[in-house]
């Protein structure tokens, strides 16, 4: 079955770490464009991070310096380790990908809850 | 680089047929032909409904269409249902020199 299950979230205080995780199953995750999109409580859809089928990163103002994308062929997982974490940082976390279509993500993960707060 | 602008909220009955508008730039929606569609139940991971503009995943009901026409670009529902009440968020390739992909700030739809 194809399908992203997202993990890792949680209660942090700001300027903590926490590192999430998308375990990938039906395809590899080493040669895929993977995103990383998260949601604040009550809010709309930010685009994250994202990493491009040959490697390379692109990240969004908001998180550039802090946060960083990564993907483990071994464990077929990608990741997002976050850094310096603030309140606003506190939002659902999704990965997707786009499985069957170009330039839109038609496979989500179910997301993951992360909450920055003392 | 700012939200695409959509309306905050929408309505009909069901039957009727309601349109959203994504505002963006020549720099995302004007520059390309790869604007998407989410709809998003409370609770739930965004679910893809239109690509590419205008195109249908599978599984997708006709009843939802997409067009674009300068920096503007609209979904169409029509023959609305109750399971339409949603949120629905647009979004759109932004270019290289950003971050690739920019979301609209997103318009609740109420089935009357």
């Known amino acids: 079955e194809v399908q992203l299950v997202e993990t890792g979230g949680g209660l942090i205080q700001p300027g903590g770490s926490l590192r999430l995780s998308c375990a990938v199953s039906?395809?590899?995750?080493?040669?895929?464009?993977m995103i990383w999109v998260r949601q604040a409580p009550g809010k709309g859809l930010e685009g994250v991070s994202v990493?491009?089928?040959?490697?390379?990163?692109n990240y969004a103002d908001s998180v550039k310096g802090r946060f960083t994308i990564s993907r483990d062929a071994s464990k077929n997982t990608l990741y997002l380790q976050m850094n310096s974490l603030r309140v606003e940082d506190t939002a659902v976390y999704y990965c997707?990908?786009?499985?069957?279509?170009?330039?839109?993500?038609?496979?989500w993960g179910q997301g993951t809850m992360v909450t920055v707060s003392s | 680089q700012s939200a695409l602008t959509q309306p905050p909220s929408a309505s009909g009955s069901p039957g009727q047929s309601v349109t959203i508008s994504c505002t963006g730039t020549?720099?995302?929606?004007?520059?390309?032909?790869?604007v998407s569609w989410y709809q998003q139940h409370p609770g739930k991971a965004p679910k893809l409904i239109i690509y590419?503009?205008?195109k249908r995943p599978s599984g997708v009901p006709d009843r939802f269409s997409g067009s674009k026409s300068g920096n503007t670009a609209s979904l169409t529902v029509s023959g609305l249902q109750a399971e339409d009440e949603a949120d629905y968020y647009c979004?759109?390739?932004?270019?290289?020199?950003?971050?690739?992909?920019?979301f609209g700030t997103g318009t609740k739809v109420t089935v009357l």
């Open positions: 997707a990908n786009p499985r069957t279509v170009m330039g839109a993500f038609d496979l």
């Open positions: 039906g395809f590899t995750v080493s040669n895929n464009y």
């Open positions: 990493i491009y089928t040959g490697g390379g990163t």
């Open positions: 020549s720099s995302d929606i004007g520059a390309y032909n790869y």
């Open positions: 590419e503009v205008s």
């Open positions: 979004s759109s390739h932004a270019g290289s020199n950003n971050f690739p992909y920019i």
